[in-house]
């Protein structure tokens, strides 16, 4: 079994937002909240040595998943060397074992989620099966406001397969994690300000001109953050039209708002 040769592509951060990647729990006491996240993966580009614990006969690919957005928590990456081992004893010939293996989660700005997945005694034949083996997880640590974070769960895929040699498909990591300084999730988006409707009077001969405005957000927990417009403030409307500018603001919990204006150009 091959890895795949193709980059991992990252998400907008406007458009990749998972509508539900992660829910809050009445009942959860404080750090404590379910876990759910789809992460698609493709393998990277680049050999991945096997750690010296494994035997001669186990392969290593390394695997990925660009930046994508889960609202409460933030903007979310994977990394993991995937451990299969391609002689198990307890499986028949030309059947694989996925092995134990660690992982880590990034989440932009806030830490990374360390995880320890346990192997599997599941046998599965490659090239496509062996992609499609669930295995447990426990959540063993990590840095920012996951430092001493605990937890377990189960992660499973869907839509795996290979391309010749290419192979990809959907993590879903689905479990409980305790963050004793992850106290909150923050669920509000930031506000925007500055989205108003303008009206732009040209010189008498001209077909275009430039219009300038200025469009901020303010977000309870991040304090100021980027705005961005299409088309953006300095660019050249056409005299005669009415425009529709769209612009979106995000906090670090991937929290995402929206806001629209027209811009109406007529002559003096």
């Known amino acids: 079994m091959r890895i795949l040769r193709r980059r991992v592509r990252y998400a907008s951060w ?12 009445a009942t959860a006491s404080a750090g404590t909240f379910p876990l759910h996240l789809a992460m698609p993966w493709v393998a990277i580009p680049g050999a991945a040595p096997c750690p010296s614990s494994h035997t001669p006969t186990t392969e290593c690919n390394r695997r990925g998943a660009g930046q994508l957005a889960f609202r409460g928590l933030g903007f979310v990456s994977e990394t993991y060397v995937a451990a299969v081992e391609t002689a198990p004893a307890a499986c028949s010939s030309g059947e694989y074992q996925i092995s134990a293996y660690p992982a880590q989660l990034d989440v932009r700005g806030r830490g990374t989620i360390s995880l320890s997945v346990a ?12 992609l499609d083996v669930s295995q447990t997880f426990q959540i063993v640590g990590g840095t920012g406001v996951f430092a001493g974070a605990s937890g377990s769960g189960v992660v499973s895929r869907t839509d795996t397969g290979f391309t010749t040699d290419h192979g990809s498909g959907t993590d879903h990591w689905d479990g409980t994690i305790m963050a004793p300084a992850w106290d909150a999730i923050d669920l509000t988006p930031p506000t925007i300000r500055g989205a108003a409707n303008k009206i732009v009077r040209a010189p008498r001969n001209a077909r275009t001109v430039r219009v300038r ?16 417009c299409k088309p953006a403030s300095g660019s050249r409307f056409k005299v005669g039209r009415r425009t529709r ?18 811009v109406t150009v007529r002559h003096r």
Request: hydrophobic content about 45%; some cysteine; glycine content about 6%.
């Open 14 to 25: 406007i458009t990749a937002v998972s509508a539900a990647a992660l829910t809050l729990c």
């Open 119 to 130: 192997a599997s005694s599941q046998c599965a034949r490659p090239p496509t099966d062996i």
């Open 245 to 262: 500018v769209l612009c979106a603001a995000g906090d670090l919990s991937a929290n995402i708002a929206h806001a629209a204006f027209r």
């Open 213 to 228: 405005y200025r469009v901020t957000a303010t977000d309870d927990t991040n304090g100021t953050v980027g705005a961005r």
